[in-house]
């Protein structure tokens, strides 16, 4: 996770996993570049953190 990104400042830490983006589940890097690339403005991360999932935007 690189300091300062969009990504540390929503909230995403180094060991997060998305699993999901937007209302669609991720499986691989390959799913979460292709599904990113067709949400809007506004991204929407479905994140399992510490045995936990939740949600996180990232601008």
């Known amino acids: ?7 540390a400042q929503a909230g995403l830490a180094t ?3 998305v699993v999901g983006v937007g209302n669609y589940r991720v499986t691989s890097v ?3 570049q ?11 991360l ?3 953190s ?3 999932l939740h949600y996180v935007q990232i601008p």
Request: without cysteine.
């Open 15 to 17: 060991g997060d996993i």
């Open 50 to 52: 510490h045995g936990n």
């Open 1 to 7: 996770m690189r300091a300062g990104s969009d990504a």
């Open 34 to 44: 292709r599904l990113a690339g067709m949400q809007p403005r506004v991204l929407t």
């Open 46 to 48: 479905v994140v399992a």
């Open 30 to 32: 390959r799913d979460m």
